[in-house]
């Protein structure tokens, strides 16, 4: 290594891999601590389509063991200050065998972001309780960057100088800050217009 000559004797070699192999097993433990194999999460990989076989006959089968999971769990789960469970276990098994299907045959080539818009386009009333579920996947949170990011930001408008502003203010405040649009993109006519609806405005 540069100017050094490392030798290595049989002995070395032997207490390298050692320390290697040690290494390595710490930082599997460590991701495996900070990734458990959570069921419920695993179960929630069939609402994806890229996860589905692509044989008809394997795929009229595919995700009801995980569907049945999904099910005693969400069934449980209530709307919030409402008593209607979030899904209707009743119906979501007709969903699901008919939601393959459809998208099977329409939508196999789509990528995600486009197979998404058109199922909440076209199919939120056919499958409530499929769309529910996928609702609720694609809102988890995998990491505590974007909360943290935003009490920064709360703390920023929310000063000592400034602590009396409502939660209502402070929400569209931060709703305003944690917006990446470009000031270049932002439609000021349509702002404007929108402000002078809202009541009658001297300008």
């Known amino acids: 290594m540069g100017t050094h000559q490392l030798i ?3 002995n070395c070699e032997n207490e390298l891999m050692a320390d290697i192999f040690r290494f390595a097993s710490l930082v599997i433990l460590k991701i495996q601590k900070k990734f ?3 069921s419920l999460l695993n179960a929630m990989q069939i609402l994806n389509p890229k996860e589905w076989p692509r044989n008809k006959k394997e795929l009229l089968k595919f995700g009801d063991i995980k569907l049945k ?3 005693r769990f969400y069934e449980k789960s209530y709307l919030l200050n409402y008593s209607i469970p979030i899904i209707d276990s009743e119906n979501i098994r007709n969903e699901w065998y008919f939601f393959k299907e ?5 939508y196999q080539n789509f990528n995600i972001k486009e197979f998404f818009s058109h199922l909440f386009e076209n199919y939120s009333t056919a499958y409530p309780n499929i769309m529910k579920l996928i609702e609720i996947v694609y809102s988890i949170p995998f990491s505590s960057v974007e909360c943290e990011r935003e009490f920064f930001k709360q703390n920023i408008i929310k000063s000592d100088l400034r602590n009396r502003l409502s939660n209502n203010t402070l929400h569209l405040l931060l709703l305003i800050s944690l917006d990446d649009i470009q000031i270049q993109d932002f439609d000021f006519n349509q702002a404007l217009t929108i402000w002078l609806k ?3 405005r001297k300008v």
């Open 69 to 71: 999971e999904l099910i």
């Open 36 to 38: 458990p194999d959570r």
């Open 8 to 10: 290595l004797t049989e």
């Open 198 to 200: 809202i009541r009658k």
């Open 102 to 106: 459809i998208v099977y045959q329409n």
